[in-house]
């Protein structure tokens, strides 16, 4: 399995980016696919995931302002992100799980939000 990722850049607070993850190499329904994200001097944190059928999880922080969503015909999984905040700035990661943990990661895509 492969994970491109894309769609990162430079915004404003208060503007809105959308991170997209490319899929290769697997049957794309069958894994859950799940954004990370890591900040300079900072653990890498969970934002957002989506099986292909099921609930959505969310970060809290991320609550009302990112939506996570998938085409199964395009093997792309996307992230919304409105409303962005300085403190959004880190290096954004695809994963996907097929049981259990993440098995397969992306190489990240820079976001960063100036005030």
């Known amino acids: 399995v492969q994970l491109v990722e894309s769609g990162g850049g430079l915004v404003q607070a208060g503007g809105s980016l959308k991170l997209s993850c490319v899929f290769s190499g697997g049957t794309f329904s069958s894994y859950r696919l799940g954004w990370f994200r890591q900040a300079p001097g900072k653990e890498r944190e969970f934002v957002a995931s989506?099986?292909?059928?099921?609930?959505?999880s969310y970060a809290d922080s991320v609550k009302g302002r990112f939506t996570i969503s998938r085409d199964n015909a395009k093997n792309t999984a996307s992230l919304q992100m409105n409303s962005l905040k300085p403190e959004d700035t880190a290096v954004y990661y695809c994963?996907?799980?097929?049981?259990?943990?993440?098995?397969?990661w992306g190489q990240g895509t820079q976001v960063t939000v100036s005030p």
């Open positions: 989506a099986r292909n059928t099921g609930p959505i």
């Open positions: 994963a996907a799980a097929f049981i259990g943990e993440y098995d397969y």
